[in-house]
């Protein structure tokens, strides 16, 4: 083929595949032109996952009738005039290519009037094309409709996500912007219903309720810290407020919502020691910089920025969090110490025990018949030596450190997990109920649990899951949910930290609906539910967690596949004292 210009209709289709990845970018964009319009009130209409609809109104400076379809331009911008300028941005937009890429992907209709101007104007385009322009009488401000995304574009829908998780990413927009923006109104109506509206009070806790839910944002603590050229502020959850990802990780950067990895490794090491292994904390960090510190032009959606002095930033984040920790943290209790303080042990590569401690026992003997200690690794069934894994029956002797379970076995000493024994025994009856029905045990009294709104409508769609799995869980105002029963294997959770637990992994999942991910919600609850380390048992609750144990099918593993014991056997003790085979 030889060489020729691209029309202007393909040309700009490409860029605004940069720009408009989804539905929420569009909300993105025009959501930042009616901050940067210096907006006090931002409304945001959302029809079927944004598909069939995106409208924002703003009460912003508007746009003279004539500068209008100048604004749909590729390249044209109120913001930036010379190269320079890049260098000293202090609005969200700059680059001029938003609306002319949004323009060129669906049907859009701009109507903007100024304060000073007696008509407005209002402007049509089509797939990039202008379509009309007339005056018309409008309040002041501007009112972007966009209709149809992607019309033109058919490959692009293909590659979208659920509606569900379109419409999340929205949610989680609109209020990331709510939060950087407390003095401006925010309401966000998803299908008619609304999702988030906030009173623009200048209030961040207010709107930290509708992010996380009312129970995980009344004990998040405040950070604040003031240097010269750089200002931290925001919001962190005290260690016990956890969740298995980094999604709710947010930085703002000059009011721009940012991801970095190195700002969240910052802020998880502000953290250091004080949560454990895979759980995150939630927090809404804003940070303030003078313009020229931060390199804003570095990616199309300005969705990741580079700093001048990142080790600034870096320690600056680390020690605002750690502060606020140190600041609020109650003195660790003495079950706690003991989790923190073994955490490492356990996660540094993953062993049971020190791989330091060489004893061979498999060196001699028939390594088949008799189960081993495996230093390396975890031992997956096939390497523990048992037939399935299977226990043999087990004598209690004690506990100790108020973690593990002690036992004698026909062929010696069985060091058992109690947590991770109780995780998989937990487990397997909570799959055998799921044969059948899962019995369901009723609250005395029904607890309430609120949630943000992208969960709520989560967790609504997911009730007949939840009720497969033996939960009662109806809808109980707007944002809110009454727990009425919890299966019975969990009377003695705490019920809302059990559902919660299931919500977190039908945030993570595409399609919650098969098999194997309610095995894996199932084993996640499990180990709510299981007896902690650092909790004494008595000994008739050691003989009956031993006894379900020995009844397990794979007894040699927590559901999450570590190994729930160690054998000692008599063989290795004789050869540890010297009394066998001495080398
Ligand atoms: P950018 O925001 O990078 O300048 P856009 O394509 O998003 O580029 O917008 C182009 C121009 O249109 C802006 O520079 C601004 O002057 C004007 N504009 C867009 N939206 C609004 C709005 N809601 N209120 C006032 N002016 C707007
Ligand atoms: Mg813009």
């Known amino acids: 083929m030889p060489i020729h210009l691209l029309p202007p209709e393909v040309a700009s289709q490409i860029a605004a595949g ?46 003279l009738s004539e500068d209008l379809p100048l604004a749909l331009e590729r390249h044209a911008t109120s913001k930036l005039e010379r190269a320079e300028d890049l260098f000293t941005i202090a ?24 304060e000073e101007a007696d008509l407005g104007a209002r402007l049509l385009v089509e797939g990039g094309k202008a379509e009309s322009l007339h005056p018309i009488g409008a309040p002041a401000g501007t009112v972007v409709r966009v209709e149809d995304l992607f019309y033109n574009v058919p490959a692009r829908l293909k590659f979208l996500k659920h509606p569900t998780t379109e419409k999340r990413h929205i949610d989680a927009l609109v209020t990331n912007y709510a939060l950087a923006y407390p003095e401006v109104r925010f309401h966000l109506y998803q299908d008619g219903r609304p999702v988030l509206q906030t009173s623009g009070n200048r209030d961040r806790r207010e709107i930290l309720a509708s992010l996380y839910g009312v ?16 200002m931290i502020r925001g919001y962190i ?23 970095d990895t190195t700002l969240t490794a910052a802020l998880l090491k502000g953290y250091h020691t004080l949560l454990m292994t895979g759980r995150f904390p939630y927090a809404a960090i804003l940070i303030e910089i003078p313009p020229d510190q931060v390199d804003v032009n570095v990616h199309p959606a300005k969705a990741e920025i580079r700093f001048r002095d990142a080790n600034l930033i870096f320690s600056g984040v680390q020690n605002a969090v750690r502060r606020a920790l140190l600041a609020y943290t109650p003195v660790p209790t003495f079950e706690e110490e003991l989790r923190w303080s073994s955490s490492p042990w356990r996660t540094e590569n993953d062993r049971l025990i020190d791989p330091s401690w060489s004893f061979n026992a498999t060196d001699e003997g028939p390594a088949d018949t008799a189960p081993q200690v495996t230093t390396t690794g975890i031992p997956s069934p096939a390497q ?31 060091l058992v997990d109690q947590h991770a024994a109780h995780e998989r025994v937990l487990f397997e009856r909570y799959m055998a109920q799921r044969k059948t029905t899962i019995p369901a045990q009723n609250l005395l009294q029904p607890v309430v649990i609120e949630l943000p709104a992208g969960s709520t409508r989560l967790l609504n769609e997911q009730l007949p899951v939840l009720t497969r799995l033996g939960f009662q869980v109806e809808l109980f105002g707007a944002h809110s949910f009454q727990i009425r029963a919890i299966p019975a294997l969990l009377q003695n959770t705490d019920p809302a930290a059990a559902l919660r637990v299931v919500i977190e992994d039908f945030e993570e999942d595409e399609t919650p609906l098969q098999a194997e991910i ?40 927590c559901p999450h596949g570590r190994p729930t014991m160690i054998h000692l056997s008599v063989d290795l003790l004789e050869r540890q004292f010297g009394r066998k085979g001495a080398r």
Do not use: W
């Not at 009344?218 to 240097?227: G, T, W």
């Not at 959850?237 to 991801?259: A, D, K, L, M, Y």
């Open 18 to 63: 940069e720009v408009v990845e989804r539905p929420a970018s569009v909300v993105k964009e025009l959501v930042e032109n009616a901050l940067d319009a210096k907006a006090t009130h931002i409304e945001i209409k959302i029809e079927e996952a944004g598909l069939r609809l995106i409208e924002v109104s703003d009460n912003g400076a508007g746009i």
């Open 237 to 259: 959850s005290p260690p016990s407020v956890t969740r298995s990802n980094r999604r709710e990780i947010q930085f703002f950067v000059n009011g721009r919502p940012i991801q």
């Open 384 to 414: 523990s030596g048992l037939p399935e894994g299977k226990v043999p029956l087990l004598r209690p002797i004690g506990q100790i450190a108020a973690s593990y379970l002690v036992a004698e076995g026909p062929d010696g000493l069985y």
């Open 518 to 557: 309610e095995a894996k919600i199932i084993a996640r609850v499990c180990k709510r539910a299981a007896v902690k380390a650092g909790q004494v048992l008595s000994p008739e609750e050691q003989r009956t967690l031993l006894q379900d144990l020995e009844n397990c099918q794979s007894p040699r593993t």
């Open 91 to 114: 609005t969200l937009g700059f680059r001029g290519e938003a609306l002319a890429s949004i323009a060129s992907v669906s049907r859009l209709t701009i109507t903007s009037r100024t």
């Open 215 to 230: 129970d995980i944002a009344r004990p998040m603590l405040e950070v604040f810290s003031e240097d010269r050229n750089l």
